[in-house]
């Protein structure tokens, strides 16, 4: 059966430091994978999507960046981290041709 | 632009008090409309997938239908673990599977 394993479950990092989650997929082949940003009252926000190894999309301009250096590894980073990053982030995949997708446990990212 | 809108935000039911989510969409050619049920801290386990408008997917106590321009999840005889947070979301026909969130409904049952 198909698990997704995202880490860590919650970050707290000063204002201006690096960021690195990272998501990976077992028991499937090529998924599609998302990094998806979901804030209090918000609906989940779509911040990357790829389908395939260093085939990244952008959804939004922001302060992130997505890389897929292996077929089930998606990886969300940043430079220097803003107050605004603060949220919690999920990882998702979904077999190719469908949106039905399948959710990691999230991060809690505070930024302080 | 796509929008998908949920009501109510909160809903506080008596175990066994039956009741509906109401999810309107406005999507540009509706691929699949996708209800998921959130706890808190968790990310989001998928509940249906709908289609076609007069589609209808049972689960226990959940039932969720769709109409052209809403969807609903009934409750029936609501029990204090189907306290979460109900989202829905649609795609639509575009070059990629974009798929667009409401912002939920907390769902609170009271023993």
């Known amino acids: 059966s198909q698990t997704i394993h995202q880490w860590p479950a919650t970050l707290v990092q000063p204002v201006g430091s690096p960021l690195s989650l990272e998501c990976t997929v077992e028991?499937?082949?090529?998924?599609?994978l998302y990094w998806y940003r979901q804030a209090a009252g918000r609906g989940l926000q779509l911040l990357f999507y790829?389908?395939?190894?260093?085939?990244i999309s952008s959804e939004v301009p922001q302060n992130l960046s997505a890389s897929r250096p292996q077929d089930r590894q998606f990886i969300l980073s940043s430079k220097k981290l803003l107050l605004s990053d603060s949220g919690f982030y999920l990882c998702?995949?979904?077999?190719?041709?469908?949106?039905?997708?399948?959710f990691g446990s999230g991060t809690q990212l505070s930024v302080l | 632009e796509d929008q998908v809108t949920q009501s109510p935000e909160a809903l506080r039911l008596q175990e066994g008090e039956s009741s509906s989510l109401n999810c309107s969409y406005t999507v540009s050619g509706l691929r699949g409309l996708f209800w998921y049920r959130q706890d808190p801290g968790k990310g989001p386990e998928f509940l249906f997938t709908?289609?076609?408008a007069g589609e209808e997917k049972e689960k226990e106590r959940l039932k969720a239908t769709l109409t052209k321009k809403e969807s609903f999840l009934h409750i029936t005889a609501p029990k204090p673990e189907d306290s979460a947070t109900y989202l829905c979301?649609?795609?639509?026909?575009?070059?990629?599977?974009?798929?667009?969130f409401g912002t939920g409904t907390k769902l609170q049952v009271i023993p």
């Open positions: 709908l289609y076609s």
């Open positions: 998702a995949w979904s077999v190719i041709g469908s949106e039905k997708l399948f």
């Open positions: 028991g499937t082949s090529n998924p599609n």
């Open positions: 790829s389908v395939g190894i260093g085939q």
């Open positions: 979301a649609a795609s639509n026909s575009g070059g990629y599977q974009k798929v667009t």
